[in-house]
Structure formats: C-alpha cells, structure tokens
C-alpha cells in the first residue's frame, strides 16, 4: 500500500464518524473550535488575480544528455540555484519527515526569510494584534490539519515549522528566478484566452479590512505537472494594472511547486501583479509567521470524501488597526503571522476588492480540454457531501468588525466545465457551491 493510500485511509477512518447532513455538519462545526479555514467579473479582474506559475519544460540531468550541453551555462544555473537555496533554507535546530517525503525544518524565528528584508532585518515577530470584533472567544487548542504532525511532531519554542525547498523544487520551476512566483506572462484582458479557468464569488464597491470563510478540503486529480487546482480567499486593492496588491490563502494542488498531488496549505502575496514583488508561502522576504505548529506549504489531512465526511478550515485575513499589518488566522485564535504593511501600496490603506473561490490551469492536453478537476471534481448542483463549498463568509469593515456580505456576486466563466452556486441560510450564512470535472460531454 502507498503512502497516499494510506493518508486517503486515515482520513477516512477519521471522517467516519462525521454526520454527512448539511445542517447536523454545521451545527457540529458550529460547536468546534475550529470550524477551521462578478459583473460578469471584471474581466479586467479575473485576468489579473488568478494567475499562476508559467508553464514550462522540466530538463532532468538524465535527458541533457540527448541535447546540446553548455558547460558554462549550466554551470551558472547551478550556481545560481545553489544560492537560491541558501536564502530560502535557513538552518534549522530540528528536522521532521513527513510521511509524503517532505523534510519540515524547525527553524528560529528570528532567522525565517521575512528577517532578510532590508526593513526587518535585527527584528523580531511582533505579539499578537487586536482580533476582529464578531469573532468568537479565543481558543487556542491546536488540532493536527497536516501530514507532517500527524505522528506528534513538534517543532520547539523559539522556532517555526519550514518546508526544506530541495534542488528537483527549484528544477520543475521556468527559471531559478521564477520559483515560488505566479508568472505576470500570463496575465491576460480576457479571461478565456489565458488557461485559467474560475468558479468565483465577490464583493467590491466598499472599503475593506479583511474576510473570512471555512472552505472544505478535496485532493481533486491534476492531470499534469503544468496545471494545478486551488480554492482560495484573495484580498485586493489597486487598479489591474501594474500596481494591483493581492494577498491569497487557502489550499492547492500544484505538481510544479511541490512534486506531488497532495492539497496543501499555501499564502502569496504580490504588490505589482505579479511581476517582481511576491511569491508563495516563505520563498521569499515578505509573510513573517509567528506560529509553531503550522507549516505552510504543507500537505493537509485529511480532506473531504464523496458522499462521506467533510473537512473544512477557517481562515480569516485582517488589517491590524493599530500597526497596520495584515495578519493571517487559521481556525479560532491561531494565529499564523501577518503580512508587514509596507510590503504593498494600497493595502496600506484598506482592500476594494475581496474574491472567494477555485482556479485550475487548463493547458489543453492533446488538443482537448483537460480533465483536471475543481474542487471535489463534481458540479455545484451535487450539493453537500458531494460538491466543494465556501460558507460563512464575512468582511472586515472600517470598525474592524466581522460583518456578513451584503451583495454577493458569482461567476463561473466556463460553467460547462466548472460552475458556481450561491445562497444564504441561518447555519451558513453567505455560501456557495462551486467546482467541476473539467472535460466532459459539454466540455470537450
């Protein structure tokens, strides 16, 4: 048996206890301390925030040898992903391996990436900021979500969980430049020409200071190493154009970032759409994490089964009121670090934007629409238990309060592929259903 059949075995061991009704589910989740986490859409918008990474061609050291070999190139793209690797891996007091084969890096907090930027440079993570009023009381119980701790696995006070970037990371990458980046070649005027494919909600037309939703967790199929899936909040100011700011949290699946198809836990952040500012997770200087026990980039577990238990995380973004930082909070008062304001440009005042929803690359395999999936990989229409859902979600407003949506939009902008479905309820307020198979009958 594999290491994935046994994870999927795991998780479903775990989930089998769950209740798979909609209102007995939420209720449940209700009582948890975690319940964890378009105008026809601004074109203009889809084409400039769900981007990704560039598509490319891996060259393995085995297959240079069937084409033309440069020396002193190589040479130089070896010395320069070596020194990419030393500013991305920092030297760590403590190593886990995770049962999918990540290497978790238990690395002092001072010492992180964010700590390289000319700005922060000798500081220190700061204490914690003032929470949004709405939320719940605090609860600071620490529930396993990912691979790496399943066993127990701890990183020690004074440091926090790294995913170690290894030399095959940086090769899947179009350039050692570009990896851990979404690539700005792709940003598009028209969302149906550039292989990203989107099932969205949104609001815009307000002053806004942070969100929060519970997304459920699926591993849906990717069909190759130059398309992913992902479910995400992105949190947006500036115009789309050079000077669009986004910060983006939720789950993908992405075999060029990380070698494999498991969903995990990610951050990005850009202030210039994607072209020389940003990248995903801590890749870079920027996101300066202040919690022990979460990885980001790592593997989730468990995830939601068809017709079987459901999984779903809370996350909430939101702009401190005193410093102006941007911080990220996973489940009921675990904090995970803040974004610093000076990172941006006109997140250093408030969001115009706030978008939920799923993303896949669609790079047309062999001439035909791929058969990547969104989310669970089944249409809004199967309903609970069986289609993907982002519930409850809410704002930040001005007062920094947590406050319900008022105008909701949806777009799905090849619904014949993967499609979207909105709603309102008492359990779980602002919703929707949203996702899809990819190529099918309708969508050849």
Known sequence: MTQEDNYHERKQQRDSTQETGQEN?????????????????????????????????????????????????????????????????????????????????CVHSHQQPAFDHPQLKGQKPLDPPERPQGLNPTSMIHENFQLWSLSGNICPDGTIPIRRTREQDVLRASSVRRYGRKSPRHVRRDSSSNGHEHAVGYVSGDQYYGAKASINVWAPKVVNQYEFSLSQMWVISGSFGDDLNTIEVGWQVSPELYGDNYPRFFTYWTSDAYQATGCYNLLCSGFVQ???????????????????????????????????????????????????????????????????????????????????????????????????????????????????????????????????????????????????????????
């Open 25 to 105: 589910f939420t209720a449940a989740m209700a009582s948890s301390s975690w319940s964890m986490i378009s105008s026809p859409i601004i074109p203009l918008l889809v084409c400039f925030l769900l981007v990704s990474s560039s598509i490319c061609q891996v060259v393995h050291p085995s297959e240079m040898a069937n084409q033309t070999f440069n020396p002193e190139q190589q040479l130089k793209k070896l010395k320069n992903m070596k020194a990419r690797l030393r500013r991305i891996n920092k030297p760590a007091l403590k190593t886990f391996q995770s049962p999918d084969g990540d290497l978790i890096d």
């Open 290 to 444: 202040t919690n022990s026990r979460i990885a980001i980039g790592a593997a989730i577990s468990p995830t939601s089964g068809y017709n079987g238990g459901q999984f779903d995380i809370s996350l909430l973004i939101w702009k401190d009121p005193k410093h102006g930082n941007w911080w990220l909070e996973f489940g009921n008062g675990v904090l995970v670090g803040y974004w610093p304001s000076f990172l941006f440009t006109h997140l250093q005042n408030h969001a115009s934007m706030v978008q939920f929803g799923g993303e896949v690359v669609n790079s047309r395999p062999s001439g035909s629409h791929t058969a990547t999936q969104m989310g669970s990989g089944h249409f809004a229409g199967e309903g609970f238990g069986k289609a993907s859902y982002f519930r409850n979600l809410q704002v930040v407003d001005w007062d920094n309060s947590l406050i319900p949506l008022s105008n909701l939009k949806v777009l799905a902008d090849h619904p014949n592929c993967y499609d979207i479905q909105g709603g309102i309820n008492n359990f779980w307020g602002n919703y929707f259903y949203y996702g899809g198979p990819g190529r099918n009958v309708r969508c050849p």
